[in-house]
């Protein structure tokens, strides 16, 4: 890093940044180091939902609140405030179980709309600083630096401009870690390296030692699942994973770890390599879950919610202009088992059943509908499964219209027709909502199920377009 570096030489972060001013180390106002650079800047909002509940409610402010999809135990916590956080609930922490953790935690149901709408404001609060290059979930979004922009001292202070910028024109509760980096994998890693409301940035010269620091599952993409898998092959600790990525073959090691291209690119990502490929793959699979209020825990509100969580996923889908080949129903039946820890399918079931068949490449509602009313014609009817609470609904084997295999049927069985009436109906429920038009079976859904957000996705626009990046020099 540069002489100023020596001192912190993992990683630059704000507190690094206030104190070298201090010391005169480090110029006030923007710097004009050129060198070293980074290319990305991922901003991830935090306890997002918490934190604009307590906006909005200065009573709940310094308090423990967790966000709830409806005010029952037997649904999990969505969303905590850091006054939560700090007594042992996160997302996921069922609500039984929270208020054992906290007994004082106030429980707020959760409100989409009112997260939209400062979603919005965020995003224009933060192009007022730079243009923002897309939307990653509710409250992440991801900027490409240019030119002059991708000093680091100068992304350093571009992130302190935006934070003041959400503060001042959005809500001065809110907060956010920025992170900055080579590429949008990194950027990602280094906000989740100092919360709540961190700056840290991983240039090249550091990775090294930065990474290091880590745990396997502190990299996004490695789960329990995944790091399990990495044990087994040998992989323990990111310095084994580090020495990996050193040796001499160490793309196809890596690759051959993950068993797929995604170990490869694992590999260029965290050498700090900037992949163009890396916002190219589409989805291979969308989907929506929901756990089910008590009222509406039987066959005839469930199958409805089930048939809105498709409309939901095949709207997303055709925005991205995919086609599924396979569709997916998971139904956790309500009964006497137990469960422990935190899930979301409640504290108590007796089964969870979970079916799937293949499709000819599809888009349309009535392909999709009926197949799904396949799925649920063969779930269990008969005693203990009478009181569905859980459900999944997800549309996998996705395929984009680039690689669409059209059918000799394609031209002949109506299916254009279909489409079009599709695109017709998704144009009108993103601009009215998304119970404007919709099938007759899925007007119970709107009670049963009342429209959530997901972290993945921003209600209204399910997407952000990329904003263009021209003139910034």
């Not at 290319?39 to 402010?61: G, I, K, M, T």
């Not at 308090?63 to 850091?82: E, H």
Request: hydrophobic fraction near 40%; charged fraction near 25%; aromatic fraction near 6%.
């Amino acid at each position: 890093m540069t002489t100023s570096r020596n001192l912190i030489p993992h990683r630059l972060t704000l507190k690094d940044l206030a104190a070298d001013t201090h010391r005169g180390l480090v110029p006030p106002g923007p710097p004009k180091t050129l060198s070293p650079e980074v290319n990305w800047l991922f901003l991830d909002l935090n306890s997002y939902f918490a934190s604009v509940e307590q906006e909005v409610r200065p009573e709940l402010r310094n308090r423990p609140v967790a966000v709830v999809p409806s005010l029952v135990d037997t649904t999990c916590c969505i969303a905590a405030s850091y006054e939560a956080k700090y007594r042992g609930v996160k997302t996921g922490t069922m609500v039984k179980e929270a208020k054992e953790l906290c007994p004082e935690i106030i429980l707020v149901e959760g409100r989409h709309e009112l997260y939209t709408e400062y979603h919005d404001k965020i995003v224009k609060a933060v192009e007022t600083c730079i243009p923002v290059t897309a939307v990653r979930s509710i409250d992440e979004m991801v900027c490409q630096l240019i030119g002059r922009e991708r000093s680091l001292m100068t992304a350093m202070d571009l992130g302190q401009r935006i934070k003041k910028a959400i503060q001042e024109q959005v809500g001065s509760t809110l907060r956010c870690s920025i992170g900055l980096a080579p590429n949008q994998y990194l950027a990602k890693v280094a906000t989740d390296m100092e919360k709540p409301d961190g700056l840290v940035a991983l240039t090249k010269d550091v990775l090294k030692d930065a990474l290091a620091t880590l745990q396997l599952q502190d990299l996004p993409g490695v789960g329990a699942r995944m790091e399990k898998r990495l044990n087994d092959k040998g992989i323990r600790s990111m310095a084994d994973l580090m020495a990996v990525l050193d040796h001499d073959h160490g793309r196809e090691r890596t690759g051959e770890l993950w068993g797929s291209v995604w170990g490869q690119r694992m590999w260029h990502w965290l050498n700090g390599d900037d992949l163009i490929e890396e916002d190219n793959e589409h989805a291979k699979s969308m989907g929506h879950q929901h756990v089910l209020a008590p009222a509406f825990r039987n066959p005839e509100s469930s199958w409805a919610v089930a048939h809105k969580l498709l409309h939901k996923a095949a709207m997303r889908m055709r925005k991205d202009k995919l086609w599924a080949s396979r569709i997916g129903l998971s139904i956790g039946f309500q009964g006497k088992g137990k469960m422990k820890g935190s899930s979301p399918f409640g504290p108590n079931r007796s089964e969870t059943w979970s079916a799937e068949i293949r499709l000819l490449e599809c888009q349309d509602n009535a392909t999709l509908i009926g197949a799904l009313k396949r799925l649920w014609e063969e779930r269990p009817k008969g005693m203990g499964y009478q009181q569905p609470f859980f459900l999944s609904v997800v549309l996998g084997g996705l395929v984009p219209d680039a690689l669409h295999s059209l059918t000799l049927f394609d031209a002949q069985d109506g299916s254009e027709g279909r489409k079009r009436l599709a695109e017709t109906m998704d144009a009108l429920n993103n601009k009215y909502g998304l119970s404007t038009l919709a099938p007759a079976t899925m007007l119970a859904a709107f009670k049963a199920a009342p429209t959530r957000i997901s972290f993945r996705s921003v209600p209204e626009l399910f997407d952000h377009s990329v904003k263009g990046i021209s003139g910034r020099l």
